[in-house]
């Protein structure tokens, strides 16, 4: 793996780890949010609805930063 990929795979961890800070799920077991995503990761297959409805919930908390 070249330095700019280690790069770019590295600075994509810590934005998913810095989305678990956000979801408030800091303090949780490592195992509790591997439930929860692969649960969600369920959900949503072939569910268009609850792909928008979770898209809708997670943009409007992005949309909180900016206020």
């Known amino acids: 793996m070249s330095t700019e990929a280690r790069k770019k795979d590295t ?3 810590i934005e ?3 989305l678990i800070v956000k979801a408030g ?3 949780e077991k490592r ?3 591997l439930g929860l995503l692969i649960e969600a990761a369920g959900r949503i297959k072939g569910d268009e609805a ?3 409805r979770l ?3 997670g943009a409007e908390a ?3 930063d900016s206020e």
Do not use: P
Request: aromatic share 4%; glycine share 14%; hydrophobic share 40%.
């Open 16 to 18: 998913l780890g810095g």
């Open 62 to 64: 992005f949309g909180r």
């Open 50 to 52: 609850e792909r928008v």
């Open 31 to 33: 195992a509790l949010l």
């Open 11 to 13: 600075r994509e961890k």
């Open 55 to 57: 898209t809708t919930i």
């Open 25 to 27: 799920l800091r303090h």
